[in-house]
């Protein structure tokens, strides 16, 4: 069991880097209205929020289930989880905001799958840090690994949405955009209740 949590964790890791050095960045290295398109210029510090939040989630996370780290460094472990709560919340409200406000230029179904997205990452962080106040420190670890599926939501959105089989079977963002939203997030959640 310790090797599969350490293969997961691992390969989780190199998926967060690589997704950062390639998705994320280059919103930070090409500022600049060609590559932001009108889409998201005139929203760009929403986007910066949801970016740099999302990131710093996504990288931070993973050190939070490492039940050796945690027994070694408690005090980091504690620190990073405040900074990865704080980071969410950003990352969240900005995301929020997006789905309102640049998301329906796309269409309704769209706007309204990353709307509850963003939202249950909101809440998921929420109870899993009031769990924590409240000292239920299983029902706290359970809320952090959810809200880590959620975070990792984003990328599995990004592999799901240019898969080739998936592009052949619906063409458009339009058509698959939305689908492609729910299924990152409710199909990684549902097996993590499962085991």
Not at 83 to 110: G, K, R, T
Not at 132 to 140: D, V
Not at 154 to 169: A, G, S
Request: net charge positive; hydrophobic share 55%; with cysteine.
């Amino acid at each position: 069991m310790t090797t599969l949590k350490t293969t997961s964790l691992s390969i989780l890791v190199f998926i967060a880097l690589y997704f950062v050095i390639d998705r994320v960045l280059p919103y930070f290295f090409k500022f600049n209205f060609e590559y932001y398109k009108d889409y998201y210029w005139s929203n760009k510090r929403w986007l910066v929020g949801h970016l740099l939040g999302g990131a710093l989630a996504l990288l931070i996370g993973h050190f939070q289930f490492s039940t050796k780290f945690r027994n070694r460094f408690l005090k980091t472990h504690r620190n990073l989880g405040k900074l990865f709560i704080i980071a969410i919340i950003i990352a969240s409200l900005s995301a929020l905001y997006m789905s309102i406000y640049v998301a329906p230029q796309v269409n309704i179904s769209w706007s309204v799958s990353l709307f509850v997205l963003a939202l249950v990452w909101l809440v998921s962080v929420l109870i899993a840090y009031r769990a924590n106040l409240l000292r239920r420190l299983l029902q706290h670890n359970e809320w952090m690994i959810r809200t880590y599926i959620i975070t990792v939501a984003f990328v599995v959105f990004r592999i799901l949405n240019e898969n080739p089989f998936i592009r052949d079977l619906m063409p458009t963002l339009e058509e698959r955009g939305a689908t492609c939203i729910w299924l990152s997030w409710t199909v990684p959640l549902f097996f993590s209740e499962v085991l």
